[in-house]
Nanobody, 131 residues
C-alpha cells in the first residue's frame, strides 16, 4: 500500500511559479510511475505530467509543455512538479498518483491519459493563479 501526500499549493500571481511535492510512504517508489493530475471546477480530471519508473521517460499535456517539469527523487520517496509561467487556467486542485508501471506493458502517455486510472492517489493540493 502506497500513501501519497501532496504539498506546495497556494495562491500565486499569473506568471509566477510554484513547486508541488508528492511525498510517498508505505513502499519504495522505485517501481512506480508518478503522475500529476488536476481538476478544475466543472471540468474533467486532466493528466498534467507523468514520469515512468522504468526509464524516467515523461509525458506532458500540451497545455503545460515548456512550463511544467515533473521529476522524482526515489531516495527521498518524493516526486515534484515544478510549475513556471503560471496562467489563470492552471487554477485547479492538483493530485499526485502512483502506479506500478514496472509490471505494465503500456506507455507513460497511456498512464497519464484517460481512461487509465492509476492505483494510488493523494488527497490533492489547491493551486490558485490570480492577480
Amino acid at each position: 500500500q502506497v500513501q501519497l501526500v501532496e504539498s506546495g499549493g497556494g495562491l500565486v500571481q499569473p506568471g509566477g511559479s510554484l513547486r508541488l511535492s508528492c511525498a510517498a510512504s508505505g513502499y519504495t517508489l522505485d517501481y512506480y510511475a508518478i503522475g500529476w493530475f488536476r481538476q478544475a471546477p466543472g471540468k474533467e480530471r486532466e493528466g498534467v505530467a507523468c514520469i515512468s519508473s522504468r526509464d524516467g521517460s515523461t509525458y506532458y499535456a500540451d497545455s503545460v509543455k515548456g512550463r511544467f517539469t515533473v521529476s522524482r527523487d526515489n531516495a527521498k520517496m518524493t516526486a515534484y512538479l515544478q510549475m513556471n509561467t503560471l496562467k489563470t487556467e492552471d487554477t485547479a486542485v492538483y493530485y499526485c498518483a502512483a502506479d506500478p508501471d514496472h509490471i505494465r506493458t503500456i506507455t507513460i502517455q497511456d498512464i497519464c491519459t484517460a481512461p487509465y486510472d492509476l492505483e494510488y492517489w493523494g488527497q490533492g493540493t489547491r493551486v490558485t493563479v490570480s492577480s
